[in-house]
């Protein structure tokens, strides 16, 4: 490659200038990614896309990771190729060189984050919660969400080995499930037949394609990597192979993960589960309900935590950035947190409790990061002209091609109320975008004459 490098890259000829501390190895980036996807979807969601498809609930999660294997395929070329901290929303700086789509794509991101973790309040209020007590959905759902501000707004202390620990403890979870119907298997109960059946009355392809869409949910997270672009050694080799690894992982996981929970209990008993895989754990009757329903409650509140801390932290840098009121960018002393962006994003996450319940909102988060990921695919093409001057991972064209038509052929797949939720989320987005740049633009005449 001949062409110019771009100033990040002749600052420093091995991976670029960074404030930044590159301690991050493959190992830790994998972990870090695999956490990210594992756990709360597939808790909660193995009983709703057991409703829509039947008994083959492992193929619209091996749909699912087809998908997300495309555009994983995108955000690893361009991580590798400009390794640096912001995801999506600098890419589509770069690729498309308009504020406006810029904001689009980061105002998607957040809003997809905090959407999540109303949907994540529901599963954690669902039938893992009730095994201890039984109280109000809605009432469980805000007062966890209340909860995770009040950790947030003490502080970040958890580090990537902590995060290694919720993993492990959300992965044990699912290979439990999957251990515990070798157990009913193996004594003669169950029925591994299922897992071959579609629900009656349905064409097996939609059925397919709409389940599709909410096992894409399970694969989300991934794509919150690319803000660590900064952190990690020698990216442009550990980057794609960490990133497809965990993909991987998690899709081995979840399909064996939906063909036991199938294999034991009837996709209509799971369908009628806001717990699902707690059926299974009814059903072979050798671990207590108590034991899997706290292992549940780690995983969803964990990804509850982390998605909330993601959306607080990019209202704060959007907010600094002068992309939406600078309010939003105040810090608490003494903690030093950013407080009322904390404060804003709950208000908001509790609001959209009363919307929906958890498919919905699921829903509502696959169509906002689909936005995400069509501006990413593109941006993948654009930018093949803008040459730089170290290797990088390259996919093959079609690869962002197929990526960006499977999202718009989800979005095909999305419901009017789903469409009115995120439109309204990003309308709001915008008022406040267009708010803050014309007080900006106000400001801007008093400085010039109190300069004179």
Not at 20 to 43: M, P, Q
Not at 197 to 211: I, M, R, T, Y
Not at 267 to 288: K, N, Q, W
Not at 298 to 303: Q, R
Request: aromatic share 6%.
């Amino acid at each position: 490659m001949t062409a110019e490098p771009d100033a990040g890259e002749q600052a420093a000829p091995s991976q670029g200038a960074t404030a930044l501390s590159r301690t991050v190895s493959g190992k830790l980036l994998y972990v870090f990614i695999l956490g990210d996807v594992l756990g709360a979807g597939v808790y909660a969601l193995v009983g709703i896309m057991a409703g829509e498809v039947g008994g083959a609930v492992w193929l619209p999660l091996l749909v699912a990771l087809g998908l997300a294997l495309l555009t994983a395929g995108s955000y690893a070329e361009l991580v590798t190729k400009y390794p640096r901290a912001g995801g999506a929303s600098v890419f589509a700086e770069r690729a498309f060189k308009r504020p406006a789509v810029s904001f689009l794509v980061g105002f998607s991101m957040l809003a997809a984050g905090v959407t999540s973790a109303a949907g994540l309040s529901i599963a954690f209020a669902g039938e893992y919660f009730t095994t201890f007590v039984d109280l109000p959905t809605n009432l469980v759902a805000v007062v966890f969400l209340v909860l995770v501000a009040l950790l947030n707004m003490r502080g970040i202390k958890e580090s990537l080995r902590a995060n290694f620990v919720m993993t492990a403890i959300e992965l044990s979870g699912l290979v439990l499930v999957v251990v515990l119907a070798l157990v009913v298997l193996g004594r003669g109960d169950g029925e591994i037949s299922r897992v071959m059946d579609f629900k009656e009355g349905v064409n097996p392809a939609l059925a397919v394609l709409s389940a599709s869409l909410l096992a894409f949910y399970s694969f989300v997270g991934f794509e919150t990597s690319a803000n660590m672009a900064e952190e990690v050694k020698d990216i442009r080799r550990v980057y794609p192979r960490a990133l497809f690894a965990s993909l991987l992982t998690a899709g081995v996981v979840y399909v064996a993960v939906g063909v036991a929970a199938v294999a034991v209990v009837s996709p209509d008993e799971l369908a009628g589960s806001t717990g699902p895989l707690l059926e299974v754990v009814h059903v072979a009757d050798v671990v207590p309900d108590t034991v899997f329903s706290l292992i549940a409650l780690i995983a969803v509140a964990n990804g509850a935590l982390l998605t909330m801390i993601m959306a607080s932290r990019l209202t704060y840098g959007m907010a600094s950035q002068q992309l939406l009121p600078p309010v939003l960018a105040r810090v608490l002393p003494g903690w030093k947190t950013p407080a009322v962006a904390i404060v804003v994003t709950t208000l908001v996450a509790i609001a959209l409790v009363f919307t929906g319940g958890l498919q919905a909102l699921a829903e509502t988060v696959v169509l906002l990061l689909l936005i995400v990921f069509i501006a990413t695919n593109v941006a993948v093409l654009v930018l093949r002209k803008d040459r730089v001057d170290k290797d990088h991972f390259r996919v093959a064209t079609i690869v962002p091609v197929l990526g960006a038509l499977s999202c718009v052929l989800l979005l095909t797949q999305q419901s009017a109320g789903t469409w009115l939720r995120a439109g309204i989320l990003l309308a709001a987005g915008a008022v406040l975008h267009l708010a803050t740049r014309r007080a900006s633009q106000k400001q801007r005449p008093e400085v010039a004459v109190e300069a004179e």
